[in-house]
C-alpha cells in the first residue's frame, strides 16, 4: 500500500508540474507573444519557475503574477551562481550538428582540436580575437561562420565578398588582420543569410561567440591564455 500510494504520489506531482508548465507557457507567449520561449521548468525553490529565452533565464510563478528579469538564483551555503551554470547548461550547442559547409574551414597542424567562430567582419572585437587570440593557435581547424550583425550596414556585402574570394581562408585573414577586401563582387552564392538565422535559432546575438567542441558558448575576445584552457 505505501508503494502504491508513493507512486501515485509521484504520478501526481509530475503531472500537476507539467500542467503549470504548460498554463504560465500559455500565459506569457498571450502576454509576451514576440518572445521565444525554448523551455520552462519549475525550480526547487518554492513556486519559482524556470523560464529560457535563449542566451537568458527569466523566473516568474506559475500564474505568472511577477517577473524577476537579469536575477541570479545563488545557492547561499555554496555561494554559487546556480543562473550561470544553468545557463552555461542551458546553452551549450550540438557542435557536430552544425553546418559546417556554410562556414570557413581553416586546418592548422593536426587539426584535432576544433572550434567554430561567429564572427562579424566589422566587429572591432572580432579582430581583437583574430589578432591577439586566434592567430596563435595550433593544431587545431576553426570554422568561422560569418554572422554580419544589422549594426554595422557594409558587414553583409564584405562577408559576401569573402566568401566569394577563391582562397576563403586568406581572404578572411587579409580583411581581419590588413583590412584588405578582395576584389570581386560578391555575387556568388553564399550562406550569409543561413548564418543569419543559424544564429537567430542557437540565440547568438552578439560577436564574437565561440563554440567549443564539447559545445560549451563563450562570448567576447578572450586573451589567447583563456581561449587555450578552454580548449585543452
Same mark, same amino acid.
Given at each position: 500500500m505505501i508503494k502504491i500510494s508513493l507512486i501515485i504520489l509521484l504520478i501526481f506531482i509530475n503531472f500537476s508540474t507539467e500542467a503549470g508548465e504548460k498554463e504560465l507557457r500559455e500565459i506569457i507567449e498571450k502576454t509576451y507573444p514576440e518572445l521565444t520561449i525554448k523551455s520552462i521548468q519549475k525550480t526547487q525553490y518554492n513556486d519559482l519557475y524556470e523560464i529560457y529565452i535563449g542566451g537568458q533565464i527569466i523566473y516568474s510563478d506559475e500564474s505568472f503574477s511577477f517577473l524577476i528579469v537579469e536575477g541570479r538564483v545563488?545557492? $547561499? !551555503? *555554496?555561494?554559487?551562481d546556480l543562473t550561470t551554470? #544553468? +545557463?552555461e547548461e542551458l546553452n551549450k550547442v550540438d557542435f557536430n550538428s552544425l553546418p559546417f559547409?556554410?562556414? &570557413? !574551414?581553416? =586546418? #592548422?597542424?593536426?587539426? @584535432? #582540436?576544433? &572550434?567554430? =567562430?561567429?564572427s562579424d567582419v566589422d566587429c572591432p572585437f572580432c579582430r581583437k580575437l583574430e589578432k591577439e587570440t586566434i592567430t596563435k593557435l595550433t593544431d587545431i581547424t576553426i570554422y568561422t561562420f560569418l554572422y554580419p550583425l544589422a549594426i554595422h550596414p557594409d558587414a553583409k556585402e564584405k562577408s559576401k565578398k569573402i566568401w566569394c574570394a577563391k582562397n576563403k581562408v586568406d581572404a578572411? @585573414?587579409?580583411?581581419?588582420i590588413k583590412n584588405s577586401l578582395p576584389e570581386n563582387d560578391g @555575387?556568388?552564392? *553564399? $550562406? =550569409?543569410?543561413?548564418? +543569419?538565422?543559424l544564429a537567430r535559432k542557437l540565440g547568438i546575438s552578439s560577436t564574437p561567440? &565561440? &563554440?567549443?567542441?564539447?559545445?560549451?558558448?563563450i562570448e567576447?575576445? +578572450?586573451p589567447y591564455e583563456e581561449i587555450a584552457k578552454f580548449i585543452k
Amino acid at each position: 500500500m505505501i508503494k502504491i500510494s508513493l507512486i501515485i504520489l509521484l504520478i501526481f506531482i509530475n503531472f500537476s508540474t507539467e500542467a503549470g508548465e504548460k498554463e504560465l507557457r500559455e500565459i506569457i507567449e498571450k502576454t509576451y507573444p514576440e518572445l521565444t520561449i525554448k523551455s520552462i521548468q519549475k525550480t526547487q525553490y518554492n513556486d519559482l519557475y524556470e523560464i529560457y529565452i535563449g542566451g537568458q533565464i527569466i523566473y516568474s510563478d506559475e500564474s505568472f503574477s511577477f517577473l524577476i528579469v537579469e536575477g541570479r538564483v545563488v545557492d $547561499p !551555503k *555554496t555561494k554559487v551562481d546556480l543562473t550561470t551554470a #544553468r +545557463l552555461e547548461e542551458l546553452n551549450k550547442v550540438d557542435f557536430n550538428s552544425l553546418p559546417f559547409k556554410n562556414a &570557413i !574551414k581553416e =586546418v #592548422r597542424g593536426d587539426g @584535432s #582540436r576544433r &572550434i567554430a =567562430v561567429f564572427s562579424d567582419v566589422d566587429c572591432p572585437f572580432c579582430r581583437k580575437l583574430e589578432k591577439e587570440t586566434i592567430t596563435k593557435l595550433t593544431d587545431i581547424t576553426i570554422y568561422t561562420f560569418l554572422y554580419p550583425l544589422a549594426i554595422h550596414p557594409d558587414a553583409k556585402e564584405k562577408s559576401k565578398k569573402i566568401w566569394c574570394a577563391k582562397n576563403k581562408v586568406d581572404a578572411w @585573414s587579409n580583411y581581419m588582420i590588413k583590412n584588405s577586401l578582395p576584389e570581386n563582387d560578391g @555575387s556568388c552564392n *553564399t $550562406p =550569409v543569410e543561413a548564418n +543569419l538565422e543559424l544564429a537567430r535559432k542557437l540565440g547568438i546575438s552578439s560577436t564574437p561567440t &565561440i &563554440i567549443m567542441a564539447d559545445g560549451k558558448r563563450i562570448e567576447g575576445a +578572450l586573451p589567447y591564455e583563456e581561449i587555450a584552457k578552454f580548449i585543452k
